[in-house]
């Protein structure tokens, strides 16, 4: 699937999940409902390119109840060859709690699925531990990694840090492990910097992945940079 056609896919992804909030954008702060549309220079999945190391855009609309639990759809361009699929569409529900004050825990099912190649479609279950509001640990688990009724585990620690002037700096580092069959055990890691002006972010970041997952992944696996442009709400 060539870029052009990749990008037209995301854009209407984008129209059909921006309709039903756009009339709402002068609802009050408080509003329940959270959206955001991302142009990246590469979509990277736990270091790895999922858009053949192009360029794509990227939409998610989020319903959030005031007990914790929520839902929403997240969509991107993919590129993994020739033919389909050229678009990701993740479905999602979890909730989150407070466990402490400085403690938040939050449970997600997601449903990665990818129109015109079900077979690839596959659920995780990811859980995520935030403390003093910056320091995070994920633990994430699936038994059907790509529809290849592989096992997986994905174990995660990362952080987010103000600097001056309103930037703001993260770090992440991620080990992915497979059975041996489906590819070697790899980790992955990213550092980026980022900034808020009004509804829009910018950030720039770089990805990247020890050997293992090169060897899992060729040049897909390489380290790379990533430019971010975002808008939300």
Same mark, same amino acid.
């Given at each position: ?8 896919? +995301? ?7 921006? +309709?039903?909030?756009?009339?709402? +954008? ?11 549309? *991302? ?19 990227? /939409? ?52 990665? *699925? ?13 859980? *995520?531990?935030?403390? /003093? ?22 174990? +995660? ?10 930037? *703001? ?65």
């Amino acid at each position: 699937m060539n870029h052009a056609t990749r990008c037209t896919a +995301a854009a209407v992804l984008c129209a059909a999940l921006l +309709a039903p909030f756009a009339a709402s +954008a002068q609802d009050e702060a408080e509003s329940p409902f959270s959206w955001n549309v *991302t142009a990246v220079s590469d979509y990277v999945f736990r270091g790895v390119s999922q858009t053949d190391e192009d360029p794509t855009l990227q /939409a998610g609309f989020t319903y959030t109840s005031p007990v914790g639990l929520y839902a929403g759809v997240w969509g991107s361009g993919v590129d993994f060859g020739p033919g389909d699929p050229s678009t990701e569409i993740d479905y999602l529900i979890g909730y989150g709690v407070d466990v402490t004050d400085g403690v938040n825990f939050d449970v997600l099912l997601n449903r990665y *699925t990818y129109p015109g190649a079900s077979e690839l479609n596959y659920n995780e279950l990811i859980t *995520t531990t935030t403390f /003093a509001e910056q320091y995070k640990l994920t633990v994430a688990y699936t038994d059907d990694l790509s529809g290849s009724d592989t096992k997986s585990w994905y174990y +995660a620690v990362g952080g987010e840090w103000g600097l001056p002037n309103d930037f *703001t700096l993260s770090a992440n580092v991620g080990r992915t492990s497979l059975e041996t069959d489906f590819g070697k055990d790899y980790t992955d890691f990213n550092v980026g910097v980022s900034r808020q002006f009004g509804l829009f972010n910018l950030g720039l970041g770089y990805h990247g992945t020890d050997g293992a997952g090169r060897d899992n992944n060729g040049k897909l696996a390489d380290n790379r940079v990533v430019f971010t442009v975002a808008v939300g709400k």
